[in-house]
Each structure stands twice: as structure tokens, then as C-alpha cells.
């Protein structure tokens, strides 16, 4: 018996690579844009503590986003 094993699907998932990257070479190259550096570490945190909790709109009455929330009837 071989120690290997044959897959009957022979591995065809994914479809022809004839039609790889086509959307990429038919996009027209565009100047990437300056950016400001994000904040990180305890920046980042500050700035996300500050945006859930501090700076709270009237319309999150219960103060946080949820992250599934259910909607509001």
C-alpha cells in the first residue's frame, strides 16, 4: 500500500488561475496619500478610553457601544 493519499477532488477549489489578478491590472495607479501616524501603545488606548467613554453623544444613552447591539424598538 503507498504512504501517500490520493485526493479524488484533486484539489480544484478554487477555480482557474487564467483570471488571477484581473482586477488589479485593470485599476488605474493612483499616488498613495501622506498620512498621520496612528497613536500606539498607551496613545492608542488613551484615545480609545477617551472616544467610548469621555466624549459620550446623546445618542448612546447607555453611555458604550455594544458590539452586537439589538435594535432599538
Known amino acids: 500500500m503507498p504512504d501517500y493519499i490520493i485526493n479524488p477532488g ?18 488605474p495607479p493612483v499616488e498613495p496619500q501622506e498620512k498621520k501616524n496612528k497613536p500606539t501603545g498607551r496613545a492608542m488606548k488613551r484615545e480609545k478610553y477617551n472616544r467610548r467613554f469621555v466624549n459620550v453623544s446623546a445618542t448612546m444613552v447607555g453611555g458604550k457601544r455594544r458590539m452586537n447591539p439589538a435594535p432599538a424598538k
Do not use: I, P, Q
Open 10 to 27: 484533486d484539489g480544484k477549489v478554487h477555480g482557474s488561475l487564467a483570471r488571477a489578478g484581473k482586477v488589479k491590472s485593470s485599476t
